[in-house]
């Protein structure tokens, strides 16, 4: 009689027997036969393009001369095909180019007017050549009408910005007597009044020495006046623009 313990021997030494006879027959592959398989692939691979070569040849070798005209015919107008369609990207392209330097010269030509335009309305900060006059007035006889002939004298000479202490001079600055002396657009005036002018140093210069011009007039009246041509001058006194009351602008044409 066989116990349970001699069946489940006999089971175990049956699965060996087993697991030895299905390793024995499959093969296993070493390194040369994996080798030599890999070579195989490759050679079959160009074999199969060899014929596909040939056959394509042999196409060609028994076409027809009609078909051949065609197939060249076909290339042809593939090549002028993609010709024209390079030399409509180029073109596009350089359209492109032309567009975006005509845009970019709009624009520095519209930053370029908006500055011309802040500087003589008074609302941008200006920079240059020109001359610092300074009227040195301990007494305080200073009148508007002296003030006024010097900012026109200045303008005269070409002077393109005024600045007066702290008052920008624009296009509609005005100057009055004041209770305590002169007023430049109702601001009134401390001594010394220096007023800044950006232009040609050497013209200004000369246009303010002139004999019997600003600076004698100043001294007629007891005060001292000078002028310094400067290489440059800061004028950053500002205004707020003002909306016109009547003007308007007017349609073009």
Known sequence: MTGPRGTGHAARHELTGRARLRSALV?????????????CALLGFAGVTQVQSRDEDSVLESARQSDLVQ????????????????????????????DGNKQ????EQARERREALGILAGTLG??????DLVVVDPDRRASAIRILGAIEELRNAGAEVIQVNDVRVVASTYVLDGDDGPEVDGIG??????LRAIGDAETLA???????????????????????????VVVDALRTPSAPEYARPAEAG
């Open 206 to 232: 000369t246009a303010m020495g002139i004999p019997g011009g600003v600076i004698d007039s100043f001294a007629n009246d007891g005060m001292s006046a000078t002028v310094v041509p400067r290489v440059e």
């Open 71 to 98: 197939i060249l015919d076909a290339q042809s107008q593939l090549a002028d095909r993609l010709e024209d369609e390079l030399a409509g990207l180029e073109s596009s392209y350089d359209d492109l180019l032309t």
């Open 27 to 39: 093969p296993r592959a070493n390194q040369r036969q994996i080798l030599a398989g890999a070579l």
């Open 126 to 131: 200006a920079r240059g050549p020109g001359v």
């Open 189 to 194: 005036l401390d001594p010394p009044y220096v």
């Open 104 to 107: 970019q010269t709009a624009l």
